[in-house]
């Protein structure tokens, strides 16, 4: 071999040693792992747990693989588990929770009184609310309580009673925290739920440093007393909110400061009584339509009378439309009503237990390797749950051959494009490519879904990062960097 020869191998040796942390510019396994390896060196995963499976959908191989079988905490890539369950158990059409009904027993006199109460009945729909424009009236009380004065009634000779007797009262799941259950993403479980079971809060600054804040709430109801000790701060500050309710109360204390000139501060409060939450809204509902009560609202978990014949409904979205709210915007609350549906699918019992039991028999029909998982909840919330990331990723294979596969993909956020991945991956070779649910808890971040490489690979993944103690954007940051080698896959 000539001196030349010789220098030129020696200087394409040294190029390729230090290429090792670029993104991938040739074929072969061993680049991809180099890649991967050099991005989990940063610091935010020095201290770090972090567990990865990635496949090749197609031919089945493992591309890369870190503590795959190792226990992890999934934060919300849980509820792919929960919504391939229910997809499975009910289809993508309209589920057991299609319609939430109004109903009585009470005879309709010549006055346009109903002599009885009036019983609102819940099924495990979750999206009671004005989520969907489809709807006749935007917001659904609205519409029910216009069909009761359009059917004559003027008067009820009783009460508005809500009913959430089709679930059991496990309305916390295990390893929620206190602190869960005072903000939006704790909502208690209820077979009837109203508006996420939420109080949406908006905090807009007054015109003068010192001034109190403005507050509006959505929806508006008497239900919730908000004491607002919110002030106005100097412009250019940050907004400083504490929010504060006794468990059970329904009284909110909000303190703290808004900048002046700066933007709003949004928030929501989870509800204390969802089933009563609910019954109260559609009295005073019905108070806007010019339709009085004679007494005030109340639930009851006793059987229904016989002689019950509706007088309004309102009809639920599709299942398919139900797992797009969960997966998208991650909604605790939808996971856990929807799993509960999955227990009362398989043994029409929607105890946690069974509906734990039932989840647990379709993925062990779908071949996903759960065994040694520990799973309290449908949405991850919880902070016993522990599974592998060769789970997720045997239930993403599963699902990829699964009759239901492309509602089930379609259900996941689109990185850079929609849901809780809108502002991640944007620019990146990643964006609109990655379909995949997010997690996050403290010190806990995952994800979990499906690539198609620019050359028209399709990949299962899933990276969970435990035990950090960066900000969380360091440690998503490096998610999305591997996402974005995977997406260049040649």
Request: charged share 25%.
């Amino acid at each position: 071999m000539n001196k030349l020869l010789r220098a030129a191998l020696g200087l394409t040796l040294l190029c390729a040693t230090f290429a090792t942390d670029r993104p991938i510019e040739a074929k072969g396994p061993d680049r991809l792992a180099r890649s991967i390896d050099a991005i989990l060196a940063r610091e935010v995963f020095r201290p770090a747990l972090v567990a990865i499976d990635i496949r090749d959908l197609e031919t089945g191989k493992v591309l890369y693989e870190k503590n795959a079988a190792q226990n992890v905490k999934p934060a919300s890539t849980m509820k792919l588990f929960t919504t391939a369950a229910i997809l499975d158990a009910e289809g993508p059409g309209e589920g057991a929770g299609g319609s939430t009904t109004l109903e009585t027993a009470g005879r309709l006199d010549g006055f346009g009184r109903v002599l009885g109460d009036l019983y609102l009945i819940g099924r495990g729909d979750p999206n009671l609310s004005d989520r969907f424009e489809w709807r006749r009236e935007k917001n659904p009380f609205d519409q029910m309580a216009k069909d009761v004065r359009e059917a004559g009634i003027t008067r009820i000779e009783g009460r508005v009673i809500g009913y959430d007797g089709l679930f059991t009262e496990e309305t916390v799941p295990d390893g929620w925290t206190a602190d869960d259950l005072v903000w939006s993403y704790g909502a208690e479980v209820s077979a009837l739920s109203a508006f996420d079971n939420t109080l949406r809060l908006r905090l807009e600054p007054g015109e003068v440093d010192g001034d109190p804040s403005r507050l509006t709430a959505h929806p508006v109801t008497a239900f919730l007393h908000i004491d607002n000790r919110v002030v106005t701060s100097p412009e250019g500050t940050k907004a400083n909110i504490s929010l504060s309710r006794t468990l059970g109360s329904r009284r909110v204390v909000i303190e703290g400061t808004v900048p002046r000139l700066g933007a709003a501060w949004t928030g929501g409060v989870a509800i204390p009584e969802p089933t009563l939450f609910a019954a109260t809204l559609l009295t005073e509902a019905l108070a806007r339509q010019g339709v009085t009560l004679r007494d005030t609202a109340a639930t009851s978990r006793n059987p229904l009378p016989s002689s019950l014949r509706p007088v309004a409904s309102v009809h639920g979205p599709a299942v398919a439309e139900q797992i797009r709210v969960i997966n998208k915007e991650s909604q605790n609350l939808h996971a856990e009503t929807l799993l509960r549906r999955v227990g009362l699918a398989a043994y029409k019992d929607a105890s946690v237990e069974a509906s734990l039991r039932a989840r647990e028999s379709f993925l062990k029909a779908q071949g996903v390797r759960f065994e040694d998982n520990a799973m309290y909840d449908g949405s991850g919330l919880s902070r016993a749950d522990l599974v592998t990331a060769r789970s997720l990723v045997d239930l993403l294979v599963a699902m990829h051959r699964h009759p239901h596969a492309k509602v089930f993909r379609d259900s996941l956020p689109i990185g850079g494009v929609d849901g809780t991945l809108k502002r991640r991956m944007v620019g990146t070779s990643a964006t609109g490519r990655v379909f995949a649910k997010t997690g996050s808890l403290s010190h806990v971040n995952a994800l979990a879904g499906y690539i198609d490489s620019v050359s028209g690979r399709r990949l299962a993944f899933s990276i969970i990062v435990n035990n950090h103690t960066r900000p969380s954007k360091e440690a998503t940051e490096a998610v999305d960097s591997i996402c974005a080698l995977l997406a260049e896959l040649p």
